[in-house]
């Protein structure tokens, strides 16, 4: 059965919005003009099968004022990752920019965002000159705790003597067997 564009439209909002539960009725009937605007001699079926980019898009503030907004009329950072951890089997995301560009800005934004969806996201942020959190082992070790934390993991006592490299490969081998099974990614 082809879906609606409406309903392929509110199957991704949920999935991306900045909040759980269905999106508000004026966000989706904006969406589908958009997608009509943008694409006005495209069958249906076919903008139904391109509603996730234009979703995400949106998200990340595409063709309107999200500035200073919040909730569904503000920008959702969390949109953008979503969809690289849910496309991507594996990876990184690296932001990139010079100093006052609003990387650490988005970075907050999202944090706190993913946060208000009652995740809880796994991140590391570097300075940007040469110290101990740029480190291998400072990041690392980050990483762990923080994983730790969030899937409340004691550490096994035969665990301690070793380097925090092979504490977070054994913590991130367990963790997929057993947190993040069926191909399942986290944020």
């Given at each position: 059965m082809v879906e609606?564009?409406?309903?392929?439209?509110?199957?991704?909002?949920?999935?991306?919005?900045?909040?759980?539960?269905?999106?508000?009725?004026?966000?989706v009937?904006?969406?589908?003009?958009?997608?009509?605007?943008e694409?006005p001699?495209?069958?249906?079926?076919?903008?139904?099968?391109?509603?996730?980019?234009?979703?995400?898009?949106?998200?990340?503030?595409?063709?309107?004022?999200?500035?200073?907004?919040?909730?569904?009329?503000?920008?959702?950072?969390?949109?953008?990752?979503?969809?690289?951890v849910?496309?991507?089997?594996?990876?990184?995301?690296?932001?990139?920019?010079?100093?006052?560009?609003?990387?650490?800005?988005?970075?907050?934004?999202?944090?706190?965002?993913?946060?208000?969806?009652?995740?809880?996201?796994?991140?590391?942020?570097?300075?940007c000159?040469?110290?101990?959190?740029?480190?291998?082992?400072?990041?690392?070790?980050?990483?762990?705790?923080?994983?730790?934390?969030k899937?409340?993991?004691?550490?096994?006592?035969?665990?301690?003597?070793?380097?925090?490299?092979v504490?977070?490969?054994?913590l991130?081998?367990?963790?997929?067997?057993?947190?993040?099974r069926d191909?399942?990614?986290?944020?």
């Amino acid at each position: 059965m082809v879906e609606t564009l409406r309903q392929a439209i509110e199957h991704w909002l949920r999935k991306y919005g900045p909040e759980p539960g269905p999106p508000p009725g004026s966000i989706v009937d904006a969406l589908v003009a958009l997608h009509r605007e943008e694409l006005p001699d495209v069958a249906e079926e076919v903008l139904s099968q391109r509603a996730e980019e234009i979703v995400v898009a949106y998200g990340a503030g595409w063709r309107r004022d999200a500035l200073g907004e919040e909730g569904w009329e503000g920008r959702w950072p969390g949109a953008l990752v979503r969809h690289f951890v849910t496309s991507h089997e594996a990876g990184y995301l690296v932001l990139v920019g010079g100093m006052g560009q609003g990387k650490s800005t988005w970075m907050t934004e999202l944090i706190h965002a993913e946060r208000a969806r009652s995740e809880e996201p796994i991140y590391h942020c570097i300075d940007c000159h040469p110290s101990a959190p740029g480190e291998p082992r400072g990041l690392a070790a980050c990483l762990y705790d923080r994983l730790r934390r969030k899937y409340v993991f004691p550490e096994p006592h035969e665990w301690e003597h070793f380097s925090i490299e092979v504490k977070l490969e054994r913590l991130l081998k367990r963790l997929s067997a057993t947190e993040l099974r069926d191909g399942q990614n986290a944020v």
